[in-house]
């Protein structure tokens, strides 16, 4: 197991879960976010091949309404 | 309507503003609404091409499975991503480009512009003038279009655009006050600024608009757009307020290119004096 914090909540996950994982795990529309990891903007095309560190930081965003 | 004069109707409703060419000079925010189908229905009310949108964190739990990009035709509105609520440079530089992440995966022609709000304190919502500025300067360093969010300060408005921001929007008075356009002097002086050597240069009043009245306004003043959410969302019938907004904006910059009439302290009668039957008391 890992533990990282996963939009500023501490998460425990299987060692060598990758961003994809987490997102369906979580049941994020992977279409419309974004990832970042430790403050730095995961591209999406390594979202299959990065796995989670114990200690990463991790942030998903999406758009919602706003002005 | 001839085809000469739906022509220049046209041109005279669209919004140049950071390389593109938006087919309304509304800007509409697409927060506050009631459900996500009155918001989508005041979008197609107001007319607008280009909507706000703001970036915020995933929810881990009690996800509806809606998500606002469900309810926006992304081949007809540009998204404008904010950085609302941000109080530091840093954060808004951050915030700006993740919504950069979300566009450009879309595709969606927004993609490298920001509505860039770097705010001062919370009660009032004003912008941290010197926050703002740093900002600015670092994303359009970075590649940004930047419509940047100030107060009505000239000075400031002057040095956002030296900065290189591709809009400046002024305030006409706090956010979501609904107290329309409280110095409409600090505007004009505003346009005159930004505009004297660079007529072109879209100056877009973002913030305070309460109802259509003040729109026009905002266009008789001589901006080139406006951008408002609060006073369509909150209004009683949001659908009914959009159609409103979107006239009044036509009213108001139709009404600025044909130039009002200068004011006059007294009266003058606009029927002829010539042929009066009539005779007066004195």
């Known amino acids: 197991m890992v533990e990282f914090e996963f939009n500023g909540t501490p998460q425990k996950a299987q060692a060598a879960t990758t961003i994809r994982g987490l997102l369906e795990s979580s049941r994020i529309e992977s279409r419309f976010c974004a990832v970042e990891v430790n403050e730095q903007i995961l591209p999406k095309d390594q979202y299959d091949s990065y796995r989670v560190q114990a200690g990463d930081r991790i942030e998903v965003v999406t758009l919602v309404g706003g002005g | 309507m001839n085809a000469h004069r739906a022509q220049a109707t046209d041109q005279v409703h669209q919004l140049s503003v950071g390389g593109k060419l938006l087919a309304s000079r509304v800007i509409v925010g697409t927060g506050k609404y009631d459900t996500l189908e009155q918001m989508r229905a005041s979008l197609d009310a107001s007319g607008s091409s280009c909507v706000t949108v703001a970036v915020r964190r995933e929810k881990l739990y009690d996800r509806d499975g809606k998500n606002l990009l469900d309810y926006i035709d992304l081949d007809r509105f540009t998204l404008l991503p904010n950085t609302a609520g941000c109080y530091n440079a840093k954060d808004a530089v ?78 006409g008075s706090p956010i979501g006050s609904g107290q329309g356009i409280l110095n409409p002097n600090n505007l004009k002086i505003i346009l005159e600024y930004l505009k004297s050597d660079d007529p072109n240069y879209p100056v877009i009043i973002d913030a305070g608009v309460g109802t259509a009245s003040d729109v026009a306004q905002v266009f008789e003043l001589g901006a080139d757009g406006v951008l408002l959410n609060t006073a369509i969302a909150h209004a009683r019938d949001p659908v009914l307020m959009a159609s409103a907004v979107c006239h009044a904006a036509i009213a108001g910059r139709e009404a600025y290119l044909a130039g009002r009439i200068p004011k006059r302290l007294y009266a003058m009668a606009s029927s002829p004096e010539e042929g009066l039957i009539t005779s007066r008391p004195w």
């Open chain 2, 94 to 171: 951050r915030v700006a480009r993740m919504g950069r992440e979300i566009l450009r995966a879309l595709g969606n022609p927004g993609a490298d512009w920001v509505k860039l709000e770097v705010l001062g304190d919370t009660k009032t919502l004003l912008p941290d003038p010197l926050a703002t500025l740093e900002a600015c300067e670092k994303l359009v360093q970075d590649g940004f279009k930047v419509l940047c969010y100030t107060s009505d300060c000239p000075i400031m408005a002057v040095r956002l655009k030296s900065a290189g921001a591709a809009s400046v929007m002024p305030a």
